[in-house]
């Protein structure tokens, strides 16, 4: 190290205003309802690769970090749009060429027959490249009961890329926390590229109530006093039953709501107001099936 080195100093106040990282988080604290303990880890990890980026420019080069995640949580918690957001981050920090997120699951890289599975994964590494790569329900990838499975090419593969290319390719496996457990007990060589592990909670009623407001304010509707208490009611109905998705489950319930409410406003016809376009009434909530006892959704 030079005596220049040394003593160099830089700014970390505009460093970090020069890569933007605080606008891409600022975006996930406005479009995402919740998940604090996720939005305290994403920042701490963009610190992490700031402080590394600064480091080289001071000469305390070292490895370079490993970036590989895993994200753990159930259907509808957001797993996806952080994983948008991280390759953002990366981007702006230099750790990968372009910003862009491939999301792939077992289809896209395993196949039917044999010397079928090398080419698709090969393809799907490929468009990956300089970016990040999104594999939902990862433990998919793997079927032990099944000797003649083809899933387990495709992971040597994955891992063989992870290791000899990880300054060309950051990769997020996602799903189930207990799922997941178990595909790392039974690829341990998976686990051991992975530094960062990022456990997606399930959203309270009250986080799910915001969410629903800003999925309908963004479509240009809005909910009354006795449309709020209605929905509310179906939420906690709703998480008991099962297939619940968090966000997910709300976004299909706003999209029948405004079946029904367009079904109402046409049944009675007439002049309609454009307040009465806007607003969702309790009854376009409360003729759902999760309000009679044991019905689905």
Same mark, same amino acid.
């Not at 995640?69 to 948008?84: I, N």
């Not at 999301?103 to 490929?126: C, F, I, N, W």
């Not at 915001?210 to 929905?231: C, G, H, V």
């Not at 709300?250 to 409410?261: E, F, G, S, T, W």
């Given at each position: !190290?030079?005596?220049?080195?040394?003593?160099?100093?830089?700014?970390?106040?505009?460093?970090? *205003?020069?890569?933007? +990282?605080?606008? +891409?988080?600022?975006?996930?604290?406005?479009?995402?309802?919740?998940?604090?303990?996720?939005?305290?880890?994403?920042?701490?990890?963009?610190?992490?690769?700031?402080?590394?980026?600064?480091?080289?420019?001071?000469?305390?080069?070292?490895?370079?970090?490993?970036?590989?995640?895993?994200?753990?949580?159930?259907?509808?918690?957001?797993?996806?749009?952080?994983?948008?957001? !991280?390759?953002?981050?990366?981007?702006?920090?230099?750790?990968?060429?372009?910003?862009?997120? $491939? =999301?792939?699951?077992?289809?896209?890289?395993?196949?039917?027959? +044999?010397?079928?599975? /090398?080419?698709?994964? @090969?393809?799907?590494?490929?468009?990956?490249?300089?970016? =990040? $790569?999104?594999?939902?329900?990862?433990?998919?990838?793997?079927?032990?009961?099944?000797?003649?499975?083809?899933?387990?090419?495709?992971?040597? !593969?994955?891992?063989? %890329?992870?290791?000899?290319? &990880?300054?060309?390719?950051?990769?997020?496996? #996602?799903?189930?926390?207990?799922?997941?457990? /178990?595909?790392?007990?039974?690829?341990?060589? $998976?686990?051991?590229?992975?530094?960062?592990?990022?456990?997606?909670?399930?959203?309270?009623?009250?986080?799910?109530?915001?969410?629903?407001?800003? !999925?309908?304010?963004?479509?240009?509707?809005?909910?009354?006093?006795?449309?709020?208490?209605?929905?509310?009611?179906?939420?906690?109905?709703?998480? #008991?039953?099962?297939? %619940?998705?968090?966000?997910?489950? +709300?976004?299909?319930?706003?999209?029948?709501? @405004?079946? &029904?409410?367009?079904?109402?406003?046409? *049944?009675?016809?007439?002049? =309609?107001?454009?307040?009465?376009?806007?607003? %969702?009434? #309790?009854?376009?909530? &409360?003729?759902?099936?999760?309000?009679?006892?044991?019905?689905?959704?």
């Amino acid at each position: !190290m030079t005596s220049g080195q040394q003593s160099a100093a830089v700014d970390l106040d505009a460093v970090l *205003r020069e890569s933007k +990282v605080e606008e +891409v988080l600022g975006e996930l604290d406005r479009e995402l309802i919740g998940l604090a303990p996720v939005k305290l880890r994403l920042r701490q990890i963009a610190a992490l690769l700031l402080v590394e980026r600064l480091r080289e420019r001071v000469g305390l080069t070292a490895a370079p970090p490993s970036l590989h995640m895993c994200f753990t949580g159930r259907p509808g918690t957001g797993k996806t749009s952080v994983a948008l957001r !991280m390759a953002e981050i990366l981007h702006r920090l230099g750790y990968v060429r372009r910003p862009h997120l $491939l =999301v792939a699951g077992r289809g896209d890289l395993v196949g039917q027959y +044999v010397g079928h599975t /090398a080419p698709k994964t @090969k393809e799907v590494l490929q468009k990956a490249a300089g970016g =990040v $790569l999104f594999l939902d329900e990862a433990y998919y990838l793997y079927r032990a009961e099944n000797e003649r499975d083809y899933g387990q090419e495709a992971i040597e !593969m994955l891992l063989q %890329f992870m290791e000899n290319q &990880r300054d060309n390719l950051v990769v997020i496996l #996602a799903g189930y926390k207990e799922r997941m457990d /178990a595909f790392f007990h039974s690829n341990p060589g $998976l686990h051991s590229r992975i530094a960062h592990h990022l456990d997606f909670p399930d959203y309270t009623v009250d986080e799910l109530m915001e969410i629903a407001k800003l !999925m309908a304010r963004r479509q240009m509707y809005t909910f009354d006093e006795e449309s709020k208490a209605a929905f509310r009611e179906y939420l906690e109905l709703r998480i #008991a039953q099962p297939h %619940f998705a968090n966000a997910r489950s +709300v976004r299909n319930a706003i999209d029948r709501m @405004k079946l &029904r409410q367009a079904s109402r406003l046409v *049944r009675r016809g007439g002049l =309609v107001s454009r307040e009465e376009l806007l607003r %969702f009434d #309790a009854a376009d909530i &409360r003729q759902s099936r999760v309000f009679q006892a044991g019905a689905k959704p």
